[in-house]
């Protein structure tokens, strides 16, 4: 088992800056592919950016490209989403989650077994 705990969420302006973080703890963090996603109120839950195993290797969605930036320290057990130039359309509850090597490069949140329980980001305009 692995437990993810988001934190780094909050209410922001547009144009402004937010680093998300993901601890991990239980089984050894560096054997996961990590990633981000969020939803939005009445919407379904959406892939954001995800990272491999070791962090070499990332890739994002479309509209996020350019802005928001996913790495981990294995060390630390932690993934990170830095995100700028946030935009009134970023509002969601973004979402960590973990899954085995082979979820890397997947978009859909069945790739992935493990997840936390949330944090809050609100972009105001």
């Known amino acids: 088992q692995v437990q993810l705990v988001e934190s780094g969420g909050g209410l922001v302006q547009a144009g402004g800056s937010l680093r998300l973080s993901c601890a991990a703890s239980?089984?050894?963090?560096?054997?996961?592919?990590g990633a981000w996603f969020r939803q939005a109120p009445g919407k379904e839950r959406e892939f954001v950016a995800g990272?491999?195993?070791?962090?070499?290797?990332?890739y994002y969605t479309d509209y996020v490209k350019g802005r928001f930036t996913v790495s981990r320290d294995n060390a630390k057990n932690t993934v990170y989403l830095q995100m700028n130039s946030l935009k009134p359309e970023d509002t969601a509850v973004y979402f960590c989650?973990?899954?085995?090597?082979?979820?890397?490069?997947?978009?859909?949140?069945?790739?992935?077994?493990?997840w936390g329980q949330g944090t809050q980001v609100t972009v105001s305009s």
């Open positions: 990272i491999n195993w070791s962090g070499s290797r990332t």
């Open positions: 989650a973990a899954g085995p090597i082979s979820s890397y490069g997947k978009y859909t949140s069945d790739a992935y077994n493990y």
């Open positions: 239980g089984r050894t963090f560096s054997n996961y592919a």
